[in-house]
């Protein structure tokens, strides 16, 4: 059996009980090395054998999959954050299925929830913004056609962006041109809920300044929108006058 496990956003106690619980147990971990914490290998077993995948293809992490099912191993693909966001997981799954080998898929507290846990921070605030973008700057992997930062910054919603800290001068200038304000808050987090987490807050005119002055590469979001700061309306469901399936409205 082969197990797709989410490794949280870094804090080894992020991992949720049933990804630590199948560390415990498996055969062969295989773990995204440039960005998985190290620590979280310290859940195996003294004879579990560990592969990092950062330096090898795809080809060579299936070929070590199939290899350890033929040995009647249990193994966990550990990859950062949640698994779904970036995981290139679909790829790992589609050759299994192929092959006939059965696998389970263990969801993780992804990076982008704790980039809002250390800003202290909510993404949709009532009259702000009810929606989050999750998305990238167009790097060496493209983007389709109509996704975008320029076509989203259009929105004015809350925009949460992976993988793009060595690309911040593009990025803010493209934020720009698609509708919002010079001022507008921003913020990087770098390694959100590692040790080492810190926090930098600007403007979006002021993003490429700010990383290059904290010499930021990789490991940070970068998060965008009002709801960095500013006025927002309470919510209705705490609301004394608004009625809902729990409970109904104060008598005046
Ligand atoms: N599946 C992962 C994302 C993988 S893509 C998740 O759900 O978080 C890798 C990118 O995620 C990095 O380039 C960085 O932008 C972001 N990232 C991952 N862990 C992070 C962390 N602890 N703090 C800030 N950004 C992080």
């Not at 995204?32 to 992490?61: F, H, Q, W």
């Not at 700057?137 to 389709?144: I, L, M, S």
């Not at 929108?225 to 309306?233: C, D, I, K, S, V």
Request: charged share 25%; with cysteine.
């Amino acid at each position: 059996m082969i197990n797709f496990v989410g490794a949280g956003p870094g804090a080894v106690d992020l991992i949720t009980v049933r990804g630590k619980a199948l560390l415990e147990e498996a055969d062969l971990i295989i773990y995204a090395g440039s960005l998985v914490n190290p620590g979280l290998l310290d859940y195996a077993k003294a004879d579990c054998r560990i592969m990092d995948s950062a330096s090898m293809t795809l080809e060579e992490v299936l070929a070590a999959m199939k290899d350890a099912e033929e040995r009647g191993e249990m193994t966990v693909r550990l990859h950062t954050g949640d698994p779904c966001l970036y995981g290139a997981i679909r790829e790992q799954m589609d050759i299994l299925d192929k092959w006939g080998i059965a696998y389970e898929y263990t969801p993780g507290v992804s990076s982008f929830s704790a980039a809002a846990a250390a800003l202290k921070a909510e993404y949709t605030l009532p009259g702000v913004s009810q929606s989050v973008i999750i998305t990238r700057t167009e790097g060496r992997t493209p983007v389709p056609e109509r996704q975008t930062i320029i076509d989203y910054a259009a929105h004015g919603a809350t925009m949460v962006i992976f993988l793009s800290t060595g690309l911040v001068e593009k990025l803010s200038k493209e934020l720009i041109r698609g509708g919002y304000s010079a001022d507008t808050p921003a913020a990087i987090v770098y390694k959100a809920s590692w040790p080492e987490e810190k926090v930098f807050r600007c403007t979006v005119a002021g993003l490429a300044e700010t990383a290059e002055r904290a010499g930021l590469k990789n490991t940070a979001l970068i998060l965008v929108g009002p709801f960095l700061t500013g006025a927002y309306e309470r919510s209705r469901l705490y609301d004394p006058d608004f009625s809902h399936t729990c409970r109904r409205a104060k008598e005046k």
